[in-house]
């Protein structure tokens, strides 16, 4: 006999089967919408759209998870019309408490670096580090196949490593010279200018660090001059604040003296800044 209660459970299971069946066919048209657009725009949002559509096409054809194919897919059809979309903001995602600040950490780092040239100087290494991030997020809120998670933190990582030795090179980056006057910490007036354009430089490349590393010349003692060489980078750091520089992106560090360095020369007596 059909009971009231079957009845009920019958129905529910119907409908919940009907929005399966529906969440799917959503899925494949849109998965099939994005396989048929030809992208547009720059290098980075072409490079994203397809990102995304593999992605797409493994969460509906090998996890079987319509939802996440469905996002996706949408994110994609927006790069492949050109549009420099976001990665998933922290506060879309469930994450679990203990992964949170990481999210956070690296969310943030990320943007830095798209903003920063990342999509126009590295688009490609930038854009599958926007796409293994958010790969890695919805695998983090699924909270299980702990391979895959890791997977994706690994690829998005390696990605935006790639991406930050374009956009902040080494063997270019910009350099600058703070000189200062003996057994002094005190910028002088006419080094302004050097700040100045350190600041510009620093600007321009707002994803690098900027590593502030004062030296002395060989009169005194080491310890003074250990100390001597911070006092120098921390003024430094100081007037780059002043001009607007971030201090999360600021490193001062006192280097001391030169070994054998002759006592009263001005080259030694400086804060080297090297944006990186």
């Known amino acids: 006999m059909l009971t009231k209660q079957n009845f009920h459970s019958l129905k529910w299971g119907a409908l919940a089967a009907t929005a399966a069946i529906l969440s799917t066919g959503c899925a494949e048209y849109e998965l099939r919408k994005l396989d048929k657009m030809q992208p547009t725009g720059s290098e980075f949002t072409q490079t994203l759209s397809k990102e995304y ?9 090998m996890n079987y998870d319509d939802f ?10 927006k790069a492949a019309m050109g549009e ?36 126009s100087n590295a688009p490609k290494f930038s854009a599958k580090a926007q796409a293994e991030f958010d790969n890695w997020a919805e695998e983090a809120e699924e909270r299980f196949q702990t391979n895959c998670i890791e997977e994706a933190r690994l690829a998005f990582y390696e990605n935006l490593r790639l991406a930050e030795e374009i956009i902040c090179p080494l063997d270019t980056a910009p350099q600058f010279h703070v000189y200062f006057r003996h057994d002094s910490d005190k910028i002088d007036a006419n080094m302004e200018k050097v700040l100045e354009e350190a600041a510009a430089a620093a600007t321009t490349h707002c994803h690098c660090k900027v590593f502030l590393t004062g030296s002395t010349d060989a009169s005194g ?39 054998g360095s002759p006592q009263h020369l001005r080259k030694n007596r400086h804060v080297e800044i090297i944006i990186h």
């Open 221 to 259: 003692t080491r310890a003074y001059n250990a100390d001597l060489s911070k006092r120098r980078a921390d003024n430094v750091k100081a007037s780059m604040i002043s001009k607007n520089i971030e201090d999360h992106r600021l490193v001062a560090r006192g280097h001391g003296e030169w070994p």
């Open 53 to 61: 559509k593999n992605l797409s096409a493994k969460e509906i054809r």
């Open 68 to 77: 996440s194919s469905m996002h996706f897919a949408e994110k994609g059809q």
């Open 84 to 119: 420099d979309i976001e990665p998933d903001t922290i506060a879309s995602l469930e994450l679990p408490d203990s992964v949170r600040p990481e999210f956070e950490t690296a969310r943030a780092r990320l943007v830095s670096a798209l903003k920063c040239q990342g999509r």
